[in-house]
């Protein structure tokens, strides 16, 4: 794209955000500021919406929106709630999916390291960044009674509690913390028996500085891991499918603008909702690649990264420049392990998949084509058949379970 069509962008961006808001003379320098990063990453994404801009008006357009978005089945699963706290106190959201019973009979269990009755498997969930729990709907629907799941919201996310340690005393959000989060919902969660570690994205990292906290952990209980769209570190180098330059002078001064535009939260979040369909336009690129993508599950995903407030998007986002849990890997040596990523991913590219895969010469690696960012909403039977498969290796269920009701995009709930 030319440099006057990302500058139209970004002009179009600033004044939408400007005009929903009717901001003083410092809201409109952020919103310049913004408007100019927000049009580098936006310029890819209009193409690809520009036509349907000019010929679909926005009240229709918002129409659907609401349509979708009362008859959408996804992330209605719910399961058994729970909540586990922080190291700082932040209440932690989870919900758990237990094995369901024939009249009364206990289910099938494999033995597992040589105990008559072991307990059974649990396989925990963790998101990515700006999702919540819901977006292993798909996953969640397949594995229901199958096998014990807990599926679980980060801190700041979904409904888990705005991060005590961010609100009170202004500290960054680390990937670290992440771990120490997680270890939390694993103690209060999943006291005991072995444990499959599930992490998209955020949650893939969530699950490796878990490792690099608690190797004991991962040694004595940890039976599998799967890595979805994930990355152990050198995410600064990641242009997003734009050109370096542009990517470079973006990545110089989004941290302030994030830092800015969090400060003005409530502002923020009306120019969000004028400019929803130029958002949703960058959201459906930067997490599909599938040009066939069930408009339900794009809007499901849309509403998703929709619900993140504008202030935890800046907390957060520091922390994955700093990310690397590269020699945490090797704790899953001996394990079974799948890695697992979309060839067109432009957040967390395939190569950084790869490249733990490399450092685990053992793990299953298994790239999709014509897939992105969520490749677990996008390819939902692939990811599931893969995790079915990993959770047979395990021992986490029977060779001859059932896991079905996954379908695809256009599936309905199971």
Same mark, same amino acid.
């Given at each position: 794209?030319?440099?006057?069509?990302?500058?139209?962008?970004?002009?179009?961006?600033?004044?939408?955000?400007?005009?929903?808001?009717?901001?003083?003379?410092?809201?409109?320098?952020?919103?310049?500021?913004?408007?100019?990063?927000?049009?580098?990453?936006?310029?890819?994404?209009?193409?690809?919406?520009?036509?349907?801009?000019?010929?679909?008006?926005?009240?229709?357009?918002?129409?659907?929106?609401?349509? @979708?978005?009362?008859?959408?089945?996804?992330?209605?699963?719910?399961?058994?709630?729970?909540?586990?706290?922080?190291?700082?106190?932040?209440?932690?959201?989870?919900?758990?999916?237990?094995?369901?019973?024939?009249?009364?009979?206990?289910?099938?269990?494999?033995?597992? $390291?040589?105990?008559?009755?072991?307990?059974?498997?649990?396989?925990?969930?963790?998101?990515?960044?700006?999702?919540?729990?819901?977006?292993?709907?798909?996953?969640?629907?397949?594995?229901?009674?199958?096998?014990?799941?807990?599926?679980?919201?980060?801190?700041?996310?979904?409904?888990?509690?705005?991060?005590?340690?961010?609100?009170?005393?202004?500290?960054?959000?680390?990937?670290?913390?992440?771990?120490?989060?997680?270890?939390?919902?694993?103690?209060?969660?999943?006291?005991?028996?072995?444990?499959?570690?599930?992490?998209?994205?955020?949650?893939?990292?969530?699950?490796?500085?878990?490792?690099?906290?608690?190797?004991?952990?991962?040694?004595?209980?940890?039976?599998?891991?799967?890595?979805?769209?994930?990355?152990?570190?050198?995410?600064?180098?990641?242009?997003?499918?734009?050109?370096?330059?542009?990517?470079?002078?973006?990545?110089?001064?989004?941290?302030?603008? @994030?830092?800015?535009?969090?400060?003005?939260?409530?502002?923020?979040?009306?120019?969000?909702?004028?400019?929803?369909?130029?958002?949703?336009?960058?959201?459906?690129?930067?997490? $599909?690649?599938?040009?066939?993508?069930?408009?339900?599950?794009?809007?499901?995903?849309?509403?998703?990264?929709?619900?993140?407030?504008?202030?935890?998007?800046?907390?957060?986002?520091?922390?994955?420049?700093?990310?690397?849990?590269?020699?945490?890997?090797?704790?899953?040596?001996?394990?079974?392990?799948?890695? @697992?990523?979309?060839?067109?991913?432009?957040?967390?590219?395939?190569?950084?998949?790869?490249?733990?895969?490399?450092?685990?010469?053992?793990?299953?690696?298994?790239?999709?084509?014509?897939?992105?960012?969520?490749?677990? @909403?996008?390819?939902?039977?692939?990811?599931?058949?893969?995790?079915?498969?990993?959770?047979?290796?395990?021992?986490?269920?029977?060779?001859?379970?059932?896991?079905?009701?996954?379908?695809?995009?256009?599936?309905?709930?199971?």
């Amino acid at each position: 794209m030319s440099e006057s069509s990302a500058e139209g962008v970004a002009s179009a961006a600033a004044a939408a955000v400007a005009s929903a808001t009717g901001a003083a003379d410092n809201w409109r320098k952020v919103t310049g500021i913004a408007g100019a990063a927000i049009g580098v990453i936006a310029a890819g994404a209009a193409a690809g919406v520009a036509i349907e801009r000019m010929t679909v008006g926005r009240g229709i357009r918002k129409k659907a929106r609401l349509a @979708l978005d009362s008859a959408g089945p996804y992330g209605a699963l719910r399961g058994t709630p729970g909540r586990a706290y922080a190291e700082d106190g932040t209440e932690l959201y989870y919900e758990v999916d237990e094995v369901e019973t024939e009249a009364g009979v206990a289910p099938r269990r494999r033995r597992l $390291f040589g105990r008559k009755a072991p307990a059974p498997v649990t396989v925990v969930f963790s998101h990515g960044y700006c999702l919540s729990q819901d977006s292993w709907h798909f996953q969640r629907a397949a594995l229901r009674g199958v096998v014990r799941t807990v599926h679980w919201d980060q801190r700041s996310h979904g409904r888990s509690g705005r991060g005590v340690a961010q609100v009170q005393d202004g500290a960054p959000v680390t990937i670290d913390q992440l771990g120490s989060d997680l270890k939390a919902v694993l103690d209060a969660a999943v006291p005991e028996g072995p444990i499959v570690l599930v992490g998209h994205s955020m949650g893939g990292m969530t699950v490796m500085s878990l490792a690099d906290r608690y190797p004991e952990l991962i040694r004595e209980r940890v039976v599998a891991v799967a890595l979805v769209g994930t990355s152990s570190g050198r995410l600064g180098e990641v242009n997003f499918g734009l050109p370096v330059a542009g990517v470079n002078a973006v990545r110089r001064v989004l941290p302030g603008v @994030l830092r800015a535009l969090g400060q003005q939260a409530e502002l923020v979040e009306k120019g969000r909702r004028a400019t929803a369909d130029l958002f949703a336009g960058i959201i459906k690129r930067y997490s $599909f690649a599938s040009r066939d993508v069930d408009p339900a599950v794009a809007r499901f995903a849309e509403r998703m990264i929709e619900g993140t407030p504008i202030d935890v998007v800046a907390e957060f986002y520091p922390a994955f420049t700093d990310h690397d849990k590269t020699e945490a890997l090797a704790l899953f040596q001996d394990l079974p392990v799948l890695v @697992l990523a979309g060839v067109k991913d432009l957040v967390t590219p395939s190569e950084h998949s790869e490249a733990i895969a490399d450092l685990l010469p053992e793990a299953e690696l298994v790239l999709v084509p014509d897939a992105g960012h969520l490749v677990m @909403l996008e390819h939902p039977e692939v990811v599931t058949d893969r995790l079915a498969d990993l959770l047979t290796r395990a021992g986490a269920v029977p060779a001859g379970a059932t896991v079905g009701g996954y379908g695809s995009t256009t599936a309905q709930p199971g």
